[in-house]
């Protein structure tokens, strides 16, 4: 399912673990850069952004990044 679709239905979806808690600052199907993105397509970019990196990155982090290589590759 594309992220645009999701529409909030938090705890429904396949990427909620790099989502924040409902309604906080992150929220992953209400950013515009990804509303064309599928679920398991964003779940492949992290994994592979996460596998570069030796610490952890926050999941904001990790949204920032995509968008940029999102918006980069248009």
């Not at 398991?40 to 990044?65: F, G, V």
């Amino acid at each position: 399912m594309l992220i645009g679709e999701l529409d909030q239905h938090c705890g429904n979806c396949s990427i909620m673990e790099y989502c924040a808690e409902p309604f906080s600052d992150l929220c992953l199907c209400g950013k515009s850069d990804l509303e064309d993105v599928e679920e398991s397509d964003y779940k492949k970019m992290a994994e592979e952004i996460q596998s570069r990196n030796k610490r952890h990155i926050s999941n904001s982090t990790m949204a920032d990044r995509i968008c940029r290589k999102l918006c980069k590759n248009r």
